[in-house]
């Protein structure tokens, strides 16, 4: 796929819906008690394996457009389960599955089976699931045991193990507690809570005892991650302007419209709160741009846009930063590496450290090299908007990994 530069960007549209939110829709009313229809879902490739992961287990799932409706499975049954690029669909499987009696695996695809999954077979295993790795990574394999409560601090924070560890709450004796180094996004506990879960925050701390489930209607906003690089396009292409409607404005989420907005890219915000998650407009209009210092207490509120941020950083005038920020290591593709080397290739000045990067920004990039997506949706999303804006565009290879967060975004771009 080559990407050219664009001579104006000027948008109004909505994105793409939210993918953890649609995961999570469809996941707790798989066991949910009831029929519940989910509007605006996310159908792309990572949720659509969670999608078939239900069915395999048990539930009743009916596509139609973006509709999705989900009627809970009484028991799950035992089955082979395949999660393709899914961490999430893989890790909060893994916390649900182990007190649910049921003989299961989960593998997927090859960037998934490099993924860390100690961080969640470690917490379960201390609840006393019956869960083993292969070395630590997938395929993981769940065998039906008794769970029980425990008090779990965090090494890391990570939305996707504080929800297994909860999940696995729902079946376990007792008060299962966990407490995060730095809050990450709340979706799990604010969706089980409108499901009847006896979910409590306090703090870092969130806690849950078990009970089931009922059923609950979602209607899905859109994706501030996948927003995040219509706003990016809007802040690197001269005279850029976007209006992205409904999108989700959980505070857990928004970090990098703050970042945008301290870069002095001028957006106004216009939310709304009639629902379980908060939503509204949101618009960017270009403008110069400062660098950025990005520290480890910011990044779970940003953690997937950080790849679109050192891009939006190569437009910036000056060094921005990036620290904290390891866990990029750990995701679709180590992103530290495949940023800098996305970067690099369009000319920026990027030099990846431990935990984040350093980005020298000149105002601009100059474009014309080959970007390999290595498998990571947000990394040939990052090198379009890169290019966008820039004076020779690049060519990506392996584009189509979009389609796991963000189906349709080549046709908005190109
Ligand atoms: C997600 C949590 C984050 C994020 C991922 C989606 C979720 O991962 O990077 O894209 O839906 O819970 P971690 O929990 O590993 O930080």
Redesign the pocket.
């Known amino acids: 796929m080559f990407v050219k530069p664009l001579k104006n960007f000027d948008r109004t549209l909505e994105t793409a819906p939210d993918?953890?939110i649609t995961?999570?829709a469809v996941m707790f009313n798989a066991f949910a008690r009831g029929t519940a229809v989910v509007t605006n879902a996310l159908l792309g490739e990572d949720c659509l394996s969670t999608i078939a992961c239900m069915r395999a287990l048990g539930a009743d799932i009916s596509v139609d457009g973006s509709t999705v409706r989900v009627t809970g499975a009484p028991a799950f049954r035992d089955a082979a389960l395949y999660a393709g690029n899914s961490?999430?669909t893989t890790?909060?499987l893994a916390g649900l599955l182990a007190g649910m009696g049921v003989t299961a695996s989960i593998d997927g695809d090859a960037s998934l089976r490099s993924r860390p999954m100690r961080r969640v077979t470690e917490p379960l295993t201390a609840m006393g699931a019956d869960i083993t790795s292969t070395d630590g990574k997938a395929p993981l394999y769940i065998k039906p045991a008794s769970l029980r409560g425990i008090d779990y601090k965090m090494p890391?924070?990570?939305?996707?193990?504080?929800?297994a560890i909860l999940l696995a709450g729902l079946h376990a004796s007792g008060v299962t507690r966990v407490t995060e180094p730095v809050r990450?996004?709340d979706?799990?506990e604010l969706m089980l809570r409108a499901m009847g879960a006896d979910v409590r925050a306090d703090g870092l701390t969130v806690s849950v005892r078990a009970g089931d489930l009922v059923s609950a209607d979602v209607e899905v906003p859109g994706d501030a991650?996948s927003a995040a690089f219509l706003l990016g396009a809007a802040a690197v292409v001269k005279g850029g302007r976007v209006t992205v409607k409904r999108v989700g404005l959980n505070p857990t989420r928004t970090g990098a419209f703050e970042v945008l907005r301290r870069m002095g890219a001028d957006i106004t915000v216009d939310s709304r709160s009639d629902g379980v998650e908060p939503y509204g407009d949101i618009t960017l209009s270009q403008a110069p741009l400062s660098p950025f210092e990005i520290t480890a207490e910011e990044v779970?509120s940003l953690?997937?846009e950080l790849p679109l941020l050192a891009a939006v950083a190569c437009y910036a005038e000056g060094t921005s930063v990036i620290g904290g920020a390891a866990?990029l290591k750990?995701?679709e593709s180590d992103r530290i590496a495949t940023t800098a080397e996305a970067l690099r290739a369009l000319g920026g000045d990027v030099t990846p450290t431990d935990d984040g990067m350093i980005i020298r920004g000149r105002g601009g990039l100059k474009g014309g090299g080959k970007v390999n997506a290595r498998l990571d949706h947000r990394i040939a999303m990052t090198a379009a908007v890169a290019a966008l804006g820039s004076e020779l565009g690049c060519e990506i290879e392996g584009a189509e990994t979009a389609a796991v967060s963000y189906p349709g975004f080549w046709e908005i771009i190109c």
């Open positions: 993918k953890s995961h999570r961490g999430t890790r909060l890391v924070a990570s939305a996707q193990v504080k929800s990450s996004r979706h799990t991650s779970p953690i997937d866990e750990v995701k």
